[in-house]
């Protein structure tokens, strides 16, 4: 049941993160160049939107680095990643302080719009925004994608209480 905390309007964060926990998801990193600036940041807010048009969604903290950028680039390319990527995963949100930046050795081709698309991944969308919509402490970004490849068909690296997982296959 839901209760409110002090004035504060909702759930309290310890039962808000213990539930979201419970949650498994994939695990993507999107890209984005603003002007000489190249950065990517690990998400698991990735879903899909629509069809037709083919929409994307992405949560950013409005804190994080790439929450400004993709605001003013008006572009993202949002990887899903494989299972054998965990320190990517660990690179892009912040778990290798400095490495935010560092593409040289994951990523050989970019984008239209200069984002860096990382290699070996499952597969990735590039994206322009079409909507930028106020979540909270977030801001959730449609994507209209624009363009995208299918790249290797290996298992998908898996988030859940706050560990990386591996898919097993019980049939
Ligand atoms: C598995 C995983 C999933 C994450 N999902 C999100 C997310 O959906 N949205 C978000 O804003 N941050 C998410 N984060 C945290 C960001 O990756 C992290 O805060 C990032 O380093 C922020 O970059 P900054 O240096 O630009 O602030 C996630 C982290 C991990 C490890």
Redesign the pocket.
């Known amino acids: 049941m839901a209760s409110s905390d002090g004035g504060r309007p909702g759930v309290d964060g310890t039962l808000f993160r213990t539930v979201m926990r419970r949650w498994a998801s994939g ?1 993507t990193v999107a890209t984005v160049r603003d002007g000489d600036d190249v ?1 990517g ?6 879903s899909s939107v629509s069809l037709d048009p083919p929409l994307v969604l ?4 409005k ?5 400004g950028m993709i605001g003013r680039s008006g572009h993202f390319c949002v990887h899903i990643l494989a299972e054998g990527q965990t320190l990517i ?2 690179r ?4 290798r302080p400095g490495e ?1 930046a560092e593409f040289a050795d994951c990523s050989t081709g970019t984008t239209p719009s200069g984002a860096p698309i990382i290699d070996r991944c499952l597969g990735y969308f590039d994206c322009r925004v079409t909507a930028a919509v106020d979540g909270g402490d ?1 801001t959730i970004f449609v994507g209209l994608v624009e363009a995208g490849e299918a790249t290797d068909d290996v298992a998908p690296l898996v ?1 859940y209480a706050g560990s990386y997982r591996k898919i097993e296959t019980t049939a």
């Open positions: 695990v950065r940041i690990t998400l698991s807010s990735f992405i949560s950013v903290d804190r994080a680095v790439c929450h995963s660990d892009f949100a912040g778990r935010h977030h988030f």
